[in-house]
C-alpha cells in the first residue's frame, strides 16, 4: 500500500509540460512566419522600385532614340527636290528652330508624355523631351532665324555652306553638320523618373555629278514653248504625248473658253515660271499656281498631269542660227561642231553655192536669181557633186550632199510617196515638186535604185544620177534629204485656194524609207494633209512600229516666220505627220490656224514653238508624240540645243548619318 503511494505522487508533479512545449512551439512558428512576411514584402517593395526605376530608365533611353531619329527625319525631309547646291541658298527649306518646336509640340511631337510600349505591360512608361534651351537644343541652319547666338553647321570641303556659282567645280560632295543635344525624362506607371541626355551631329551628305552637255534635237519635244506669259490666253484643249515644256509658263482655261473638250497630258510637263501655271476662268479671273488643279467660283479647272507637273525648271536654250542646214545642202553633214565637219560654224559662201549648185536647166546658182530649185550636180555629166573642195572648203570632205536648195519663194511644195518602173521593176520613190510662179521643179529619189533625178515642166531633165541625199553622223551615212528654201512656202491667201505645203490630194506623203526636212527662212503654210506611208506611232501614244527607226520620218522647220495651218475649205479633221519647229533666237513664231475651221488637228509628232499663238479656228488639237524621237533618232538636220546637266540639277541627298559623341544617365550621377 506504501507503494502505490509513492506512484501516485510523481505523477502529479509531471502536470503540464505539454502545453508549454506547445506554446513554446507555436511562439517559434508565428516569429519565424512574422520573419517570412517581413523578409518576402521587403523584397517585394524593393523589386517593384528596382522594376518601376528600370522602366523609366527604359523609358528615356527609348525616348532618346525617337527623338533623335525624329530630328533626322525632319532634315533630310526639309531638302527641297529642287535644291541647288551653287545657289547660295541653305540645303534647308525648313530652319532647325521650326524643326525643334516640331519636337517640343506637345500634341504632334514630344512635349508631353509619350507611350513607347503601346499595349504591352511588362515595363510600362512613357517618355517626354526636356524643352528647356539649356537641355534641349540643335543647330540652326545658315542663315535661319535664331542663328545669332549659336553657331551655324559647319559645311565640307567649303567653309561656307552658302557656297555658289564657279566655287563649286571639282565639287563631288557636300557635307552639313548639325550638333544637337537631346535631353529625355522617362517615367514609369508610378512616380520614378530617369533623365537621359545624348549630345552629337546629325550629317547630312550632298552627292554632286559631274556637270555634262548633250546635244538633243528638239524633235525630242512633244511640245515645247519659247515664250508663254501666264496669263497670256489658254492652251488649245486636247490629248498630248511626250515630253512638254515652257520656257515661260502655261495657261488653261475653263470649258466657258475652251468648251467640253479636256486637258490631258500623258508625258511629263515642266514650266520655268516658278510662279506655276495660269488657270483662267470665264470672268477674266486668272489664278497663278503650282498645283495641278484650281478652283474658282465653283469651277475646276483640272488637266490631267499622268507624268506630273514640275515648276521653276532650267530652260531650254535655242538654235543660234541656221547655217547648218544650209551648209548640209551641199555636204550632207552641217556646219556648227557636227562630225567631221570642222570648227567653224559659218553660212556657205556665194563662191560655194555657185560653184555647187546647179537648176534642171544646167544653170549655175546666182545671188542675183529671185527664184531657182538647185542640185549640187554636174549638169553636163550628169553627176552629183559629191566630195568638191569648194564646197567643202574648211571642212573633211564627206562623199556625200544633202538635199536641195531652193531660192525664193515657192507657191506650192507636193510630197508625195510614189512608185517608179526601172526597167520593168517598181521601186519605192520619194517624189517633191516644187512651183514658183509658172515653173514647176520635180526631184525624184529612187530609194531603192539609189538615184536622183530633176526636172522641170519646161522640158530640162537630168538623168537620174546615182547617189542618193545623206544624213552624214558619226557612223554610216543614211538617207535623208533636205529641202532648203530661203523664202516661204506660201503665197497670198485667196478665198479658193491658198497655197503652200502638202501631201498628194490622197495618199501618203513621205515613203517609207525616205528622211525629209523642210526648211524656210520664212513663212508655212499646211494646206492638206501630211501623212507617212506607215505611221510609226498609231493615234495613241504606242509606237507600233519599231522596226522603222531611220526610216520615214518629216521634219517641218521655219527659222523666220509661222507654221500656217490653211487647209483650202473648212475641215473636220487635219493630221501633220511631223515634228515641226518655229523657233529662232529672237523670233516671235508659232503654228496657228489663220484660214478655214478645223475641227481637230492631230500632230504625229511634235512642235516646237518661240511663242504660242492664238489657234481660235482649231476646236481641238492632238499632239500623238513620235516615240522614235524619244530615243534619239529625229528628222535629218533637224534643230539642236545643248542641254547641260550642271551641277545645280545634279544633287543627290543621302539618308543623314548620326554620330553619338555623349551619353549621360542624370538620374545616376
Known amino acids: 500500500m506504501k507503494f502505490k503511494a509513492h506512484q501516485d505522487g510523481h505523477s502529479e508533479r509531471s502536470r503540464g509540460i505539454a502545453l508549454v512545449t506547445t506554446l513554446l512551439l507555436l511562439s517559434l512558428f508565428t516569429v519565424m512566419t512574422l520573419s517570412m512576411v517581413i523578409a518576402v514584402t521587403s523584397d517585394t517593395l524593393i523589386d517593384g522600385y528596382y522594376r518601376n526605376f528600370r522602366g523609366s530608365f527604359y523609358a528615356s533611353d527609348s525616348g532618346l532614340n525617337a527623338t ?20 547660295g541658298t541653305p540645303a534647308l527649306a ?174 511629263s510637263v515642266g514650266v520655268h515660271n516658278s510662279a506655276g501655271v495660269g488657270y483662267m476662268y470665264g470672268d477674266g479671273t486668272c489664278d497663278q499656281s503650282t498645283t495641278t488643279s484650281d478652283t474658282y467660283g465653283g469651277t475646276t479647272i483640272n488637266p490631267t498631269f499622268t507624268g506630273g507637273l514640275a515648276t521653276g525648271q532650267t530652260q531650254v536654250p535655242l538654235p543660234t542660227n541656221s547655217f547648218n542646214q544650209e551648209r548640209a545642202v551641199l555636204d550632207g553633214l552641217g556646219g556648227c561642231g557636227a562630225a567631221g565637219s570642222g570648227t567653224t560654224c559659218v553660212a556657205p559662201t556665194n563662191t560655194q553655192l555657185a560653184a555647187a549648185l546647179t537648176n534642171a536647166a544646167g544653170t549655175a546658182w546666182n545671188s542675183s536669181a ?21 564646197l567643202t572648203s574648211g571642212n573633211t570632205p564627206t562623199g556625200a550632199f544633202g538635199g ?18 526601172v526597167l520593168g521593176v517598181s521601186h519605192k520613190a520619194q517624189v517633191i515638186s516644187i512651183k514658183q510662179g509658172s515653173t514647176t521643179t520635180t526631184v525624184t529619189l529612187d530609194l ?76 508655212i503654210s499646211i494646206t492638206g494633209n501630211i501623212l507617212y506611208t506607215t505611221e510609226p506611232v498609231t493615234l495613241t501614244t504606242a509606237d507600233t512600229s519599231t522596226g522603222l527607226v531611220g526610216g520615214n520620218v518629216l521634219g517641218i ?41 478645223i475641227g481637230t488637228v492631230n500632230i504625229v509628232g511634235g512642235r516646237v514653238q518661240n511663242k504660242a499663238l492664238n489657234g481660235s479656228s482649231v476646236g481641238a488639237r492632238n499632239i500623238y508624240f513620235d516615240q522614235r524621237f524619244a530615243t534619239g533618232f529625229a528628222p535629218p538636220w533637224f534643230p539642236t540645243t545643248t542641254i547641260t546637266s550642271a551641277t545645280t540639277n545634279t544633287a543627290t541627298v543621302q539618308r543623314p548619318s548620326i554620330n553619338r559623341v555623349s551619353w549621360v544617365n542624370k538620374t545616376s550621377e
Open 68 to 87: 533623335r531619329q525624329y530630328l533626322a527625319n525632319q532634315i533630310f525631309a526639309a531638302v527641297p527636290s529642287t535644291y541647288v547646291p551653287s545657289s
Open 448 to 523: 531603192d535604185g539609189g538615184t536622183t533625178q530633176i526636172s522641170d515642166n519646161l522640158g530640162n531633165s537630168s538623168l537620174a544620177m546615182l547617189g542618193l541625199p545623206e544624213n552624214v553622223t558619226s557612223g554610216s551615212p543614211v538617207e535623208g534629204c533636205l529641202v532648203y528654201v530661203t523664202g516661204n512656202i506660201s503665197s497670198n491667201t485667196s478665198a479658193t485656194a491658198p497655197t503652200g505645203l502638202s501631201g498628194p490630194s490622197s495618199g501618203a506623203a513621205i515613203q517609207d524609207g525616205s528622211g525629209v526636212t523642210v526648211t524656210a527662212g520664212g513663212t
Open 94 to 267: 525648313t530652319s532647325t528652330t521650326t524643326m525643334l518646336s516640331n519636337l517640343e509640340n506637345t500634341s504632334t511631337g514630344f512635349g508631353a508624355s509619350q507611350s513607347f510600349l503601346g499595349s504591352q505591360s511588362s515595363w510600362p512608361g512613357t517618355f517626354k523631351v526636356d524643352s528647356a534651351a539649356a537641355n534641349t537644343w540643335i543647330i540652326c541652319a545658315a542663315g535661319s532665324s535664331g542663328c545669332a547666338t549659336t553657331p551655324k553647321p559647319t559645311c565640307t570641303p567649303m567653309p561656307n555652306c552658302n557656297t555658289s556659282g564657279s566655287s563649286m567645280t571639282g565639287i563631288t560632295q557636300l557635307t552639313y553638320t548639325y550638333p544637337y543635344q537631346i535631353t529625355v525624362i522617362g517615367q514609369s506607371r508610378n512616380n520614378e523618373q530617369n533623365t537621359v541626355t545624348e549630345t552629337g551631329n546629325i550629317t547630312l551628305a550632298v552627292n554632286i555629278s559631274s556637270s555634262t552637255s548633250t546635244v538633243t534635237s528638239f524633235a525630242a519635244f512633244g511640245t515645247l514653248l519659247d515664250q508663254y506669259a501666264i496669263c497670256s490666253g489658254s492652251f488649245v484643249p486636247g490629248t498630248m504625248s511626250g515630253k512638254i515644256f515652257s520656257n515661260d509658263s502655261m495657261n488653261f482655261g475653263d470649258s466657258s473658253i475652251v468648251g467640253s473638250k479636256k486637258y490631258v497630258f500623258t508625258g
Open 557 to 597: 522647220f521655219s527659222t523666220g516666220g509661222n507654221i500656217q495651218l490653211q487647209p483650202s475649205t473648212n475641215v473636220s479633221t487635219m493630221e501633220i505627220d511631223a515634228s515641226m519647229a518655229t523657233i529662232a533666237p529672237s523670233g516671235n513664231y508659232g503654228i496657228t490656224a489663220t484660214w478655214n475651221t
Open 370 to 390: 529671185t527664184s531657182g530649185v538647185y542640185l549640187p550636180y554636174n549638169h553636163t555629166t550628169n553627176t552629183l557633186n559629191l566630195n568638191t573642195t569648194a
Open 404 to 421: 536641195l536648195y531652193v531660192q525664193g519663194n515657192v507657191d506650192q511644195m507636193t510630197l508625195t510617196a510614189s512608185t517608179i518602173t
